[in-house]
């Protein structure tokens, strides 16, 4: 069984918690990871990338010297790809990379990259400070209580919560998120996964079953 400690917002040891089910408890799969990793940065290429054929460039239209008589090399277009400011050959054109991701390899990733994080220190259960307003410097002193600065963190929270959201978005390593939104590349990019008591009912209520 995998363990968590839980951490009041002082930075404190309160307990260790087991955690149950295979969510936390399976063997991690390399090759599923690595699938659903490729799937996923595929998906997030724009694909708008573009390039000008020997049809798209400006000028053309005429022949730009006789064909004989002159020394030159034979020449039929000032556009041809062996030109300065001439097309492009086999370069990038619009096109949409996007290719659905099975739910049972999304499922069993996300299985995957959750064990992996509970097989260490690397997950942990924290209380988190009171926010009234949104306020970086707090957040900044609880990441510095538990010694993960200039580590990347992935910081997780069972619902909407504005003010967390403005609190994180400043700090370059740490990325907030909702539970229940979470996916497996954002938890194996993180060296730290942190998530509150809320968000873990959350996460094993959408993904325990």
């Known amino acids: 069984m995998a363990d968590a400690k839980v951490y009041d917002s ?12 295979p969510l936390f408890n399976s063997e991690p799969k390399p090759h599923l990871l690595h699938q659903y990793v490729k799937g996923y940065l595929n998906n997030q290429r724009q694909g708008t990338s573009s390039t000008k054929t020997r049809t798209g460039v400006s000028g053309g239209g005429t022949k730009p010297w006789r064909q004989k008589g002159t020394g030159r090399a034979r020449a039929g277009s000032n556009t041809s790809p062996i030109w300065v400011g001439g097309g ?3 370069g990038p054109h619009p096109k949409c990379w996007f290719a659905p991701i099975p739910k049972r390899l999304k499922r069993q990733a996300l299985v995957s990259a959750f064990s992996d994080k ?4 690397r997950l942990r259960i924290v ?3 009171a926010l009234e307003s949104p306020r970086t410097k707090s957040i900044h002193e ?15 929270d069972e619902g909407k919560n504005e003010n967390l ?4 978005r400043n700090m370059r390593w740490l990325v907030y ?9 954002d938890i194996l990019w993180a060296d730290c996964v942190l998530m509150t ?3 873990l009912q959350k996460i094993e209520e959408v993904f325990g079953n």
């Open 118 to 121: 509970a097989s260490g220190d």
């Open 88 to 90: 492009i050959v086999w």
């Open 177 to 185: 998120k909702r539970s229940a939104l979470v996916n497996p590349y």
């Open 165 to 168: 959201a403005k609190s994180c």
């Open 10 to 21: 002082d930075g404190n040891v309160k307990e260790s918690m087991t955690l149950d089910g």
């Open 197 to 199: 008591p809320g968000a």
């Open 142 to 156: 609880m990441l510095k209580k538990h010694d993960l600065l200039n580590k990347k963190i992935l910081l997780l």
């Open 127 to 129: 209380e988190l400070p």
